[in-house]
């Protein structure tokens, strides 16, 4: 039988490293009094890039399940950050965009979530950071050819 050894383990590793990212960024938007989640950013992240998406186009780019990623817009729809629209073609279809609000808060955001990459990265240089992201990206693909089969 094969045995893990978590002290060696690059998942264990990457799974800590990502609660422990999380948790700073919390911290860094609770001192900044921003009532918001990491998973509610991305989807203002990804609206303020688009012109509009629909609720499983978001779900299909931020790896989240089309019930949570309803619930993430309702209550962003609540707050007045993105707004919900007929499609113009498709009037079947509706789609999210991020309002005046949405943006003003995501370039907020955008400071908070550089702050914790530094405090995580702090330390590695320039070409560490592209080789990270370079084999991060490739367990990603690893991981999805493996889930799509």
């Not at 943006?103 to 914790?116: G, I, M, T």
Request: glycine share 2%.
């Amino acid at each position: 039988m094969n045995k893990i050894d978590l002290s060696k383990s690059v998942n264990h590793h990457i799974a800590i490293s990502s609660i422990m990212i999380k948790r700073v960024f919390f911290k860094i938007l609770n001192d900044n009094k921003l009532d918001i989640t990491p998973e509610q950013w991305n989807v203002l992240y990804y609206l303020d890039k688009s012109n509009g998406m629909t609720i499983g186009e978001l779900s299909k780019i931020t790896f989240k399940d089309f019930a949570n990623m309803s619930r993430i817009s309702q209550k962003l729809e609540n707050a007045s950050f993105i707004l919900k629209r007929r499609d113009e073609i498709d009037k079947r279809v509706f789609k999210l965009f991020i309002t005046e609000k949405g943006q003003e808060l995501n370039n907020q955001l955008h400071e908070c979530a550089y702050k914790s990459t530094n405090i995580a990265l702090n330390s590695l240089d320039d070409e560490a950071r592209e080789m990270m992201i370079k084999n991060l990206k490739q367990i990603i693909t690893n991981t999805g050819e493996f889930l799509n089969k």
